[in-house]
């Protein structure tokens, strides 16, 4: 009976241990992050999704997005954050700091959560860039995809105060594919204003 008391100690005490020891993420919840300061080395040093959550919630806030609130951290049904553009429309965002491509599982969780959320639109905004088949299904579902490229032109308007330049990047319309009935596919790209019909 002893020997199992104290095995059982042993093993609360390795537990506490490990719960206490445990790394924090960049950055500390304690230090508020300014937007001004943030560069995207930064943002590739963040160590888990949180940080770069917090970094957009306080630079939609710094572009004048008033409304942006980010959601529950393990009940957030597909989005980070929620916030209305200058249109008026709700948007769902969800944030991807990652090292590697991200996947098609981020167009979906974005948008299966608009429903919840009330959202007329969604996007995805990642410190890397897209799979093919991730941009293949965003374009059929009209979610917006914002690559490591425009998250740093967007920081560096939104640093040099341009901030509808900024707006007009984050607020732009997804590319659209759009599939007619007769064997055609209809794609849509407003980044270039270009359409054309195309044979599959």
Excluded at 16 to 34: A, C, E, G, M, N
Excluded at 120 to 149: G, P
Excluded at 176 to 181: D, E, M, T, Y
Aim: positive net charge.
């Amino acid at each position: 009976m002893i020997i199992l008391l104290v095995i059982l100690v042993i093993v609360t005490a390795v537990f506490v241990f490990k719960v206490l020891s445990r790394k924090k993420s960049y950055p500390p919840q304690s230090i508020v992050i300014d937007p001004l300061k943030i560069t995207i080395q930064d943002i590739d040093r963040m160590e888990d999704g949180t940080g770069f959550v917090e970094y957009l919630y306080r630079l939609f806030l710094a572009m004048g997005y008033s409304d942006a609130y980010k959601t529950r951290g393990g009940r957030d049904f597909g989005s980070d954050l929620v916030f209305t553009d200058g249109e008026g429309v709700r948007n769902v965002v969800q944030a991807k700091c990652y090292s590697y491509p991200v996947g098609l599982g981020a167009v979906q969780e974005i948008y299966s959560s608009m429903r919840y959320y009330r959202a007329k639109k969604s996007m995805v905004i990642s410190s890397n860039q897209y799979t093919s088949a991730c941009e293949e299904l965003a374009s059929y579902n009209a979610v917006r995809l914002h690559s490591r490229s425009d998250l740093i032109e967007i920081i560096n308007l939104f640093k040099s105060g341009q901030i509808d330049k900024a707006k007009d990047i984050l607020e732009s319309e997804p590319r659209i594919i759009l599939q007619s009935w007769d064997n055609k596919v209809i794609k849509k790209d407003f980044k270039v204003e270009k359409r054309w019909v195309a044979k599959k």
